[in-house]
């Protein structure tokens, strides 16, 4: 027997999809389609559009609701605020992480080292895996909300800054630099290496809005 499709099911893989970058800015849900794609009625569907937007993924277009675009200005505040805060998860995460989060973590190093030329959806939905993980290391519930709320906002960008020349290799090996000093609970190391690969991301994705002519404030 099939597993009953509710509004908590629904809610899940679009909000996964859309982190996963599988929808454009701009793209329309439209209640009829859906329902018919989970095969339920609208009202399901119009509950776990209504959370989507409540959450920040979805806004209110000309078509209805549809994926959210950002400003250049807003984007580069959440880098901003990343720097801050991912810095501080990666200090707490080499106090309070477990075995089990170094195996995790160390196991996602190796499973991206291992794609063989992987596309940009798939850099950035394994770069968020990687760090939701390290988030989940720092055992602070309040901070883990906070950052999982700012990739909420960031994974509108147009494209991932992991696609722009050799960053793909670099970020990994930043993303391993980090594991060993958490594991070795070097806090501050721990903190510094991500502040620089923070600070990276937030540099290329400036240089990316001067290339097209956008705004760099």
Do not use: C
């Amino acid at each position: 027997m099939a597993a009953k499709v509710d509004s908590e099911t629904i809610h899940a893989e679009l909000r996964a999809e859309i982190l996963h970058g599988s929808h454009r800015p701009g793209t329309a849900f439209k209640e009829v389609a859906l329902a018919g794609r989970f095969g339920v009625s609208r009202t399901p569907v119009r509950e776990a559009l209504g959370r989507l937007a409540q959450e920040g993924l979805l806004e209110r277009g000309a078509r209805g609701l549809q994926v959210r675009d950002i400003t250049p200005e807003q984007l580069m505040q959440v880098y901003d605020l990343r720097v801050l805060l991912e810095g501080q998860a990666a200090l707490e995460a080499a106090a309070a992480r477990t075995e089990m989060d170094i195996i995790r973590l160390e196991g996602l190093v190796e499973r991206d080292r291992a794609l063989p030329d992987p596309d940009d959806q798939t850099r950035l939905r394994t770069n968020i895996d990687f760090h939701s993980a390290l988030w989940s290391a720092a055992h602070n519930p309040i901070l883990k909300d906070l950052l999982d709320r700012l990739a909420t906002h960031q994974i509108h960008a147009p494209s991932s800054t992991l696609s722009i020349g050799s960053r793909w290799g670099e970020s990994l090996d930043e993303h391993a630099e980090m594991v060993r000093a958490i594991r070795g609970r070097d806090g501050s190391g721990a903190q510094e290496t991500m502040r620089r690969h923070m600070i990276e991301a937030r540099r290329i994705r400036l240089s990316l809005f001067g290339q097209i002519g956008l705004p760099n404030g």
